[in-house]
Nanobody
Framework: QVELVESGGGLVQAGGALRVSCAASGRTVSNYGMGWFRQAPGKEREFVAAINWSGSRTIYSDAVKGRFTISRDNARNTVDMQMNSLKPEDTAIYFC?????????????????WGQGTQVTVSS
């Protein structure tokens, strides 16, 4: 069993930056793809970014491409996401997720481990 714990959320003004982190425990996630999803009030959970097991391939939603960067440190069993040029529409709870597979995926059903989420609020 894998436990994922997110940290680093907070309140920031539009145009600012935040870095969210995800720490995995229980077993290594170095063989698996990892992703970030987000859910805003009244909306469905949506894909944000994903990274394959080695960190060599990343994918992003169109909404965050060019502004967010996902990375991983397999030695530390962590996955981070740097979020720059934040917009009010980025306000959501951000969830870290561990995939069933080694690749990077934007399909929510391919993820079997989920963290509790961290709140990111961007003020205008």
């Amino acid at each position: 069993q894998v436990e994922l714990v997110e940290s680093g959320g907070g309140l920031v003004q539009a145009g600012g930056a935040l870095r969210v982190s995800c720490a995995a425990s229980g077993r290594t996630v170095s063989n698996y793809g990892m992703g970030w999803f987000r859910q805003a009030p009244g909306k469905e959970r949506e894909f944000v970014a994903a990274i394959n097991w080695s960190g060599s391939r990343t994918i992003y939603s169109d909404a965050v491409k060019g502004r967010f960067t996902i990375s991983r440190d397999n030695a530390r069993n962590t996955v981070d996401m740097q979020m720059n040029s934040l917009k009010p529409e980025d306000t959501a709870i951000y969830f870290c997720a561990g995939s069933r597979w080694s690749g990077s995926s934007n399909v929510v059903n391919e993820y079997m481990y989920w963290g509790q989420g961290t709140q990111v609020t961007v003020s205008s």
